[in-house]
């Protein structure tokens, strides 16, 4: 997996030429080739493909997006793009400076970004409404950008990609560097800096945030107690009928215990005051627990049998917004159906248990529930460490340090890591649509 075959080389000379830059997410990405095809296929056609948004927008889209986790990696990208599309400069001093038709978007992306479940048709039929109003192929494509970057940046953060060189927060470390060398250290790309001068002759280094406390200290089963736990699921599943009841009731406990699952420690506000600050307003509405929503009658639980994105929001999409259901079609089914049948150093592993075990448990996170999945299989096969990574990454990824991520899956080979990070982005991604597409849906009929 480690050599960069011919296809690989020209999906990255692609990405080269759509970004004028080889940057960090596609060379993380690149260890899943096919993966990175879709996902370069995608952000290309929602950021330069035809759409009803012009093509400023669209960058400026992003930097809202992205700015809800603070990530200035995505930010300082789309910045940069928003020039090259002949963006008005005067626009990136922040939301204030933007026209108010984009500043109508943010409470739909504050709202996207953490409690998808809060959305509905009066946010649509607001935007719809009105001076600066939106057609609704604009909400649409709109929704997209939110989506793919939010979801962007949780895999930024859970990889832990650096910036580019060449912004100026290119020349820090984000990171914890171990003093143990004999640590693998993935994800310090080669083009990352090695303490690089600031240009006053120091050295600088920020210092990381403390670990999630409850990461610390757990000990995994390992890869093969995982392989014989999937063994003897998939035996008992063919003699096994459990009522919808019991089934209603095992997603309830998954979800009751991820809230109790201590969130990572918020890194210190300073980045706030760089010149990220001014695209983020009310930075205190953060992710909060479905399981603890208050009234449970107000807001149900999603059950995709009502509303799945094969049913529903697939063509949706594809009717208001021309040929993007497809990309995002493909796009899900490659990062849920990926497999090597590798697992650690083992060969010929059937892995489709565990992958669909992530997968459900981050919808799970955002209250949606799949009626024909028994959420027992959660607990038997993700572990506490592993459950609070996902958390972390999904709901704060702002926070997730790289000692994290070296900290979890202890067994995996990098390549898997990454792989589960894309579940995280792809899952998280589809959560988020399907909540604003059934608002969409309601709000048209």
């Not at 480690?2 to 080889?22: E, P």
């Not at 109003?133 to 989506?147: F, P």
């Not at 009658?297 to 094969?310: A, G, H, L, M």
């Not at 248990?353 to 799949?370: D, L, S």
Request: glycine content about 4%; charged content about 25%; overall charge neutral.
């Amino acid at each position: 997996m480690g050599q960069i075959c011919n296809d690989t080389h020209m999906l990255l000379m692609d990405a080269f030429l759509q970004n004028n830059r080889l940057d960090h997410v596609s060379r993380v990405m690149s260890s899943h080739p096919t993966y990175l095809e879709h996902f370069l296929r995608t952000q290309n056609f929602i950021l330069r493909g035809d759409g009803p948004l012009p093509y400023d927008y669209r960058h400026l889209i992003a930097i809202m997006a992205a700015g809800r986790h603070q990530c200035s990696y995505l930010i300082n990208l789309q910045k940069t793009e928003f020039l090259h599309q002949g963006g008005l400069e005067s626009w990136l001093k922040g939301l204030r400076s933007i026209p108010g038709k984009l500043q109508d978007l943010y409470e739909i992306n504050k709202i996207l970004a953490h409690r998808p479940w809060l959305l509905n048709k009066s946010h649509i039929e607001k935007l719809t409404k009105g001076k600066d109003s939106w057609s609704l192929a604009e909400v649409v494509h709109a929704i997209v950008l939110l989506a793919h970057f939010h979801s962007l940046s949780s895999f930024v953060f859970s990889c832990g990609i650096n910036e580019e060189l060449d912004n100026s927060m290119g020349h820090h470390y984000k990171e914890n560097i171990q003093a143990n060398s004999n640590i693998p250290k993935p994800l310090k790309l080669s083009s990352s800096p090695k303490q690089i001068p600031n240009g006053i002759g120091k050295n600088e280094k920020l210092p990381s945030p403390p670990s999630s406390p409850s990461i610390v200290g757990e000990q995994e089963v390992g890869v093969e107690t995982l392989m014989e736990r999937m063994k003897r699921l998939s035996e008992k599943s063919e003699s096994y009928q459990i009522t919808q009841e019991e089934l209603s009731k095992r997603f309830e406990t998954v979800e009751t215990q991820s809230a109790e699952l201590a969130a990572a420690p918020q890194r210190s506000s300073s980045v706030l005051d760089s010149d990220i600050g001014h695209f983020i307003e009310d930075p205190a509405f953060i992710y909060q627990d479905f399981a603890k929503r208050g009234q449970l009658n107000d807001i149900p639980t999603f059950r995709v049998q009502d509303y799945s994105w094969d049913d529903h929001g697939y063509s949706l999409v594809n009717r208001l917004y021309n040929d993007v259901g497809n990309l995002l079609d493909d796009k899900f089914k490659t990062a849920y159906n990926l497999t090597y049948y590798t697992m650690g150093t083992h060969n010929k592993v059937d892995t489709s248990r565990f992958r669909r075990a992530i997968w459900n448990y981050i919808q799970c996170m955002f209250g949606i529930r799949h009626d024909d999945y028994d959420y027992n299989e959660v607990n038997q096969l993700l572990e506490r460490s592993l459950k609070t990574f996902i958390k972390s990454a999904v709901c704060y990824p702002e926070r997730v340090t790289k000692r994290d991520y070296d900290r979890v899956m202890r067994e995996f080979k990098h390549s898997e890591k990454v792989h589960v990070n894309l579940m995280i982005l792809e899952a998280r991604m589809q959560a988020e649509l399907l909540y604003a597409l059934r608002a969409v849906m309601r709000y048209m009929t």
